[in-house]
């Protein structure tokens, strides 16, 4: 059976940094493309980034661009978010997740088929 867990959620303020983890069991990212969406409350979840299963392309929101950075670690079997300068609307629960054909990736939550719990992150003004 397959699990995604994030972790490294938290309560910052406005222009600090975060770093969000997911792990998997019962699977590896080896071959894996895997993407990071948000929820706040009220809202749709979003895309944010996804990064490629070779880890050659990362692709980002433009509410993110240039402030959060996707990676990989085969090794660990983990994917990484890292988040600078936060901003109270990144606010929401964060999620990672596996595409259902788990080599493409793609922008589209309900392209992927395997998902976390999620991680709350809250950034206050």
């Known amino acids: 059976q397959v699990q995604l867990a994030e972790s490294g959620g938290g309560l910052v303020q406005a222009g600090d940094s975060l770093k969000l983890s997911c792990a998997a069991s019962g699977r590896t990212f080896s071959s894996d493309a895997v993407g990071w969406f948000r929820q706040a409350p009220g809202k749709e979840r979003e895309f944010v980034a996804y990064i490629t299963w070779s880890a050659r392309r990362t692709v980002y929101s433009d509410s993110v661009k240039g402030r959060f950075t996707i990676s990989k670690d085969n090794v660990k079997n983990a994917v990484y978010l890292q988040m600078n300068s936060l901003k109270p609307e990144d606010t929401a629960v964060y999620y990672c997740?596996?595409?259902?054909?788990?080599?493409?990736?793609?922008?589209?939550?309900?392209?992927?088929?395997?998902w976390g719990q999620g991680t709350q992150v809250t950034v206050s003004s």
């Open positions: 997740a596996v595409p259902t054909t788990s080599g493409v990736a793609t922008t589209t939550p309900s392209r992927y088929r395997y």
